[in-house]
């Protein structure tokens, strides 16, 4: 039973590029969690999606910051126009209800140079 | 808000010597409490948690009891191996759920 996917594990990218990020949440996990760890800061929730609902955005930064989980397919978060301090690493959790034990990827680290 | 407060690290220990990382929160209501690990290269796993004061979980060697007194959730292991190598987070979550509040993380490094 393979655990939470996230690719890429590694990710460049340019000021104002586009950045997508994936996470598969193990099988028969229906909920999804995404956290951002700033550098010297601990993770931060950012949102809670289940399949094809956003549940609680409230750490979702106001622009250019979105996510969606569709029926079919991984979890994306997507960030628009990268700025240097979207620099940080991404964590993706799932869990199989919202009372559940969620488990965690490896993360994405996202660079912007 | 909710927050958490970590010892700083790195933390460098000899093999078979005694760990405390301590872990301090505050939170509105009544949080359970967790401790996670990160072992280089891979994702968080939780290691152990508490959801009551004065509950005790422990897994691995590791411990933490749950204080409400002193707002605390330190980790503990009497005996630790160059394998306990890692970063450790302390976090909680308030009303159920998986929206955690983590702390910054302690490095833990474990020389022979």
């Known amino acids: 039973n393979a655990g939470v996917m996230q690719n890429p594990r590694h990710l460049v990218r340019r000021r104002g590029q586009e950045a997508r990020l994936r996470c598969s949440p193990m099988?028969?996990?229906?909920?999804v969690y995404w956290y951002r760890q700033l550098p010297e800061e601990g993770l931060k929730f950012m949102v809670y999606?289940?399949?094809?609902?956003?549940?609680?955005e409230s750490g979702m930064p106001k622009e250019r910051f979105s996510a969606e989980f569709p029926k079919e397919g991984p979890s994306i978060l997507r960030i628009q126009q990268v700025v240097r301090g979207d620099s940080a690493a991404y964590f993706c959790?799932?869990?199989?209800?919202?009372?559940?034990?969620?488990?965690f990827g490896q993360g994405t680290r996202l660079t912007v140079v | 808000g909710d927050s958490v407060t970590q010892m700083e690290g790195p933390v460098t220990l000899s093999e078979e010597a005694f760990l405390t990382i301590n872990c301090t929160y505050t939170?509105?209501?009544?949080?359970?409490l967790f401790w996670y690990v990160q072992y280089p290269g891979e994702g968080l796993q939780l290691l152990l948690k508490?959801?009551?004061?004065?509950d005790k979980g422990s897994n691995k060697g590791f411990e933490a009891t749950y204080r409400k007194e002193t707002t605390s959730f330190h980790l503990e292991k009497g005996s630790v191996q160059v394998s306990d190598s890692a970063v450790y987070f302390c976090?909680?979550?308030?009303?159920?759920?998986?929206?955690?509040?983590f702390g910054t993380g302690t490095q833990l490094k474990v020389e022979l």
């Open positions: 959790a799932s869990s199989r209800t919202d009372n559940t034990e969620a488990f």
């Open positions: 099988k028969g996990h229906s909920h």
């Open positions: 999606l289940q399949k094809e609902n956003i549940i609680d």
């Open positions: 939170a509105t209501g009544y949080p359970s």
């Open positions: 508490a959801t009551k004061a004065d």
């Open positions: 976090a909680l979550v308030t009303g159920g759920g998986n929206k955690l509040t």
